[in-house]
């Protein structure tokens, strides 16, 4: 029994897993990474409510004060001559009341706004300073599931903090999201690693932390990292130019599985199928419709949904592009007129959810579509389960109010269920295809 005892323990010492030691590179790289904070009253004292709500009221007074105070944020050097990437929701609303930039070394700067980009949510900053030290960038084409990264940021305001994870998928869309490739990680990010960047284990920049999911606003791992191939992209027009300038062709897409190819006669999973084709748009002009599969853009192959979004932006408005694909099998080619794209707002730091006991994931409802909607708030269902989908709430659903209560965020969602107590009816206002209905919800005792 001993021998076989030992003989167990020397077999799972044989494939013990070493864990990687991140401490070269936080003394490497941390020097590059800088604490953001935009002064701005209103979105100020917003987020340090949902702060509270998240994490505890007492901890919070003593950590950020009773009053509004400012934005706080991380970033980082991409340059020695004071270039700072950042989160385009850090810094667009609170600007107005200047933008601070803390080194790690405790300097501190007015930083001056050169762009920021709603869509993809990077900013970019500059502060008048000199042979600063600065990230190096790496490939995000080298990303891979099961890959260790770290992230260095102010969690809260809490400076050069660092937390590491693996990444858990590359190339994820996210709803109102569809034109960025983010990476997934399960690193713990938290409100305050906003802006910061996600570094792999050679210490180079892959991705700027940008989202989170999460029920109480603090991690759940759930992370996900706008890649730095695109940031940058971003970042070197907004110095050129003050701002971004992409394409759109009108279309929304969903993945191609192997039984939607099966039943639409489609070579292949590749490409991207057309759900919607927006009315007076560029793919309705072209021909294109509904359950048309495009596997080529402007000479490019391509193989998912992500690659012709990124495409499609990537063109310049006005230019003409061939679009190959696959209608009932056979395949087509038309000729797009590319219209320029219209900013959207950029996501907040957090996309929680009411998870329990309703069985409901919601996410903002982004100033476009709900301009285009012609509503005030509101918030949009991401998954629906347990009671909620019996109730019948379903995904792209917009819930407006709750017991003739507006909302217009998800926190005010999850006040408001919370505030009806157990065993509690609640009324929701659901639109749902420009129709609106009421769904009853009884909450457990």
């Not at 003989?7 to 010492?13: C, N, T």
């Not at 601070?100 to 405790?106: E, I, K, P």
């Not at 509690?424 to 129709?435: E, H, I, P, W, Y």
Request: glycine share 12%; with cysteine; net charge neutral.
């Amino acid at each position: 029994m001993l021998r076989l005892a030992f003989l167990a323990v020397a077999l799972l010492g044989g494939c013990a897993i070493t864990q990687p030691d991140f401490s070269s590179l936080v003394k490497n790289e941390a020097a590059a990474v800088v604490r953001v904070g935009a002064f701005g009253a209103s979105l100020a004292q917003d987020q340090r409510d949902d702060q509270r709500r998240a994490e505890g009221d007492d901890f919070l007074r003593r950590l950020l004060g009773p009053e509004g105070g400012p934005i706080l944020g991380s970033g980082f050097l991409i340059s020695e001559d004071g270039y700072v990437l950042t989160n385009a929701h850090l810094v667009e609303e609170g600007a107005a009341g200047g933008v601070t930039v803390r080194l790690a070394d405790g300097r501190e700067f007015k930083a001056k706004l050169v762009g920021a980009d709603a869509l993809s949510d990077i900013a970019v900053l500059k502060i008048e300073a000199r042979q600063l030290p600065h990230v190096r960038l790496g490939d995000p084409r080298a990303v891979e599931p099961g890959q260790w990264v770290a992230a260095i940021g102010a969690p809260l305001g809490l400076e050069s903090s660092v937390s590491a994870g693996i990444v858990s998928a590359v190339g994820r869309t996210l709803p109102e999201e569809s034109y960025l490739p983010f990476i997934q990680t399960d690193v713990p990010i938290n409100p305050g690693n906003s802006g910061g960047p996600l570094f792999n284990l050679r210490g180079e920049v892959i991705g700027v932390n940008s989202v989170i999911y999460s029920a109480s606003g603090g991690s759940m791992g759930l992370s996900f990292a706008v890649p730095i191939d695109v940031a940058m992209n971003v970042a070197r027009q907004l110095q050129a130019r003050g701002k971004i300038t992409r394409g759109r062709i009108g279309v929304r897409l969903q993945d191609l599985t192997p039984d939607l190819a099966r039943a639409l006669g489609a070579p292949s999973t590749g490409g991207a199928l057309i759900v919607d084709v927006l009315p007076d748009g560029p793919a309705e002009r072209a021909g294109l419709r509904s359950s048309d599969i495009i596997v080529r853009f402007g000479g490019k192959r391509v193989a998912s949904p992500v690659d012709l979004m990124r495409l499609a932006a990537e063109a310049a408005p006005r230019s003409a592009v061939e679009i190959v694909y696959v209608r009932q099998g056979a395949s087509a080619r038309a000729i797009a007129f590319v219209e320029e794209a219209l900013s959207a707002v950029a996501p907040r730091e957090s996309a929680p959810m009411v998870s329990d006991p309703l069985g409901l994931l919601v996410g903002p409802l982004d100033a476009g579509r709900r301009k285009r909607l012609g509503l005030e708030g509101g918030v949009v269902v991401r998954h629906a389960e347990g009671a909620a989908d019996r109730a019948g709430i379903s995904e792209g659903d917009i819930i407006l109010s709750v017991n003739g209560t507006p909302v217009a965020t998800p926190y005010a969602l999850n006040e408001r269920v919370r505030a009806a107590g157990k065993g509690a009816s609640l009324a929701f206002l659901v639109q749902r295809d420009g129709t609106r209905n009421f769904v009853a919800l009884r909450l457990p005792e």
